[in-house]
C-alpha cells in the first residue's frame, strides 16, 4: 500500500470523527436537559464516555481483528496525555487568569482517582516476579479488575459530590432550559447517528494505524501513542474548545478528566477481550512511561486547581499549561527518537 493512500485513510477516520463528535457533545448536552440528569455530571460521567468512545472502539478493534495490543494500550495511555494538553487549550481560551483557577475544587476528587488508575496500570505493566505472575483465570491481569472497580467508586464518589453540590445550586438559583424546542425523540435518533459514524472510523482506525507503522518504518507502540490518540482524542478537543466558547469551564474540566478515568478503566476491558495473555505483560514497557507521564501531568493540574494562582505566567499560558504542553512535546520527540 503506497503511503499517500495510507495517509489519505487516516485523514478520512480523522473528518469523521471531528464531525461526529463535535455532534455528539451537543446532542449529549441536549439529553441530559431533557433527563434532568444535569451538565455537570454529563461533563465528568456521561460526556466523558462518549467522547472516550473512539479510544473504546479502536482498543477493541486493535485486540480482536487487528490483534495489535501495543496500538490499543498505547491508544488508551497516550489519549490520557493528551486530554492533559487540552487542559492548556482551555487555559488559551480563557483570557481572565489561568482555567483551572476558576474551576470547581470538585475536579481534584477525578484527578485523584486518576492518579491512583494510572499508578495501578503502570505497575501492571512494570510489576515483575511474583507479583507479576498474579492473574485471575489465567490471561487476565490482577491490575485489570483493580481498575474497573477504581472507576465505579470514582463514579459513586463524584456523583455524590456533585448531587450535594447540584442541591445547594438548586436552593439560590433557578435552572434554565437552554433546548426547550429541541425534541427529545430526534435527539436521541440524531445522538445514535452520529455514534454509529464515530464507531465506524474508529473501527477503521486500528488497520490504517497498522499500515502506517509498516509504510513509515515506525514502532507500533509510537503509532498508538502519537497518531491513533490524536485522533480518537478530537471529540475531548471539540468539546473544549466549545464549552470554553460558552463559558461552561467546568463542563470542559470535567470532560477531560472524565475522560481520562475512563480511558485508563478500558484497560481493564481490553484485558478480558485480549485471551493471548494479561494485556499488560505482552506490551512494551515503553507504555508505562506514558502512564507515569500521565501521572505527572495530573498532579500539575490538581496543584494549580489548589492553589489557584490569579495572574497568568505568561502571557496566553499559565505556568501548570506551560509544564503540561513542554512535557508533552518532550515526550513526543523521545517517542520519534526511539522509533
Known amino acids: 500500500m503506497s503511503s499517500w493512500l495510507v495517509w489519505l485513510q487516516f485523514f478520512g477516520c480523522t473528518g469523521i470523527i471531528l464531525f461526529s463528535g463535535s455532534r455528539l457533545s451537543r446532542y449529549a448536552d441536549i439529553l441530559a436537559e431533557k433527563t434532568g440528569l444535569g451538565r455537570t455530571w454529563i461533563g465528568l460521567v456521561g460526556l466523558a464516555v462518549v467522547t472516550s468512545l473512539p479510544e473504546l472502539v479502536t482498543g477493541s478493534s486493535a485486540i480482536l481483528w487487528v490483534h495489535a495490543p501495543d496500538i490499543a494500550v498505547g491508544n488508551l495511555l497516550g489519549a490520557c496525555v493528551l486530554n492533559l494538553v487540552i487542559l492548556a487549550v482551555a487555559d488559551l481560551y480563557y483570557p481572565p487568569g489561568p482555567v483551572l483557577s476558576v474551576a470547581d475544587r470538585g475536579h481534584l476528587l477525578a484527578a485523584s482517582f486518576g492518579v491512583i488508575?494510572?499508578?495501578?496500570?503502570?505497575?501492571?505493566?512494570?510489576?515483575?516476579?511474583?507479583?507479576?505472575?498474579?492473574?485471575?483465570?489465567?490471561?487476565?491481569?490482577?491490575?485489570?479488575?483493580?481498575?474497573v472497580i477504581c472507576y465505579l467508586l470514582a463514579m459513586r464518589a463524584t456523583y455524590r459530590y456533585q448531587r450535594r453540590e447540584m442541591a445547594a445550586w438548586r436552593v439560590e438559583h433557578e435552572e434554565e432550559l437552554r433546548y426547550a424546542g429541541s425534541p427529545f425523540s430526534r435527539t436521541a435518533v440524531n445522538f445514535g447517528v452520529h455514534a454509529l459514524l464515530v464507531m465506524g472510523a474508529a473501527i477503521w482506525l486500528p488497520?490504517?494505524?497498522?499500515?502506517?507503522?509498516?509504510?513509515?518504518?515506525?514502532?507500533?507502540?509510537?503509532?498508538?501513542?502519537?497518531?491513533?490518540?490524536?485522533?480518537?482524542?478530537?471529540?475531548?478537543?471539540?468539546?473544549?474548545?466549545?464549552?470554553?466558547?460558552?463559558?461552561?469551564?467546568?463542563?470542559a474540566v470535567g470532560d477531560l478528566l472524565g475522560s481520562l478515568m475512563v480511558n485508563v478503566a478500558m484497560l481493564g476491558i481490553m484485558d478480558l477481550l485480549y485471551t493471548a495473555g494479561p494485556l499488560l505483560k505482552v506490551v512494551s514497557v515503553k507504555n508505562a512511561g506514558t502512564a507515569i507521564l500521565a501521572i505527572v501531568m495530573t498532579g500539575i493540574a490538581a496543584a494549580e486547581m489548589m492553589y489557584r494562582p490569579q495572574k497568568k505566567t505568561f502571557r496566553w499560558f499559565s505556568l501548570a499549561a506551560f509544564a503540561l504542553v513542554f512535557l508533552y512535546a518532550v515526550h513526543i520527540f523521545a517517542q520519534m527518537l526511539a522509533a
Open 117 to 147: 488508575m494510572l499508578g495501578v496500570a503502570a505497575l501492571g505493566i512494570l510489576a515483575r516476579g511474583p507479583l507479576g505472575q498474579l492473574n485471575l483465570g489465567g490471561y487476565v491481569g490482577l491490575s485489570s479488575p483493580i481498575l
Open 207 to 251: 488497520w490504517v494505524a497498522e499500515n502506517m507503522a509498516k509504510v513509515m518504518g515506525w514502532h507500533l507502540t509510537m503509532v498508538g501513542t502519537i497518531f491513533v490518540a490524536a485522533v480518537t482524542t478530537l471529540p475531548e478537543l471539540v468539546v473544549t474548545i466549545s464549552a470554553m466558547r460558552l463559558g461552561a469551564i467546568d463542563l
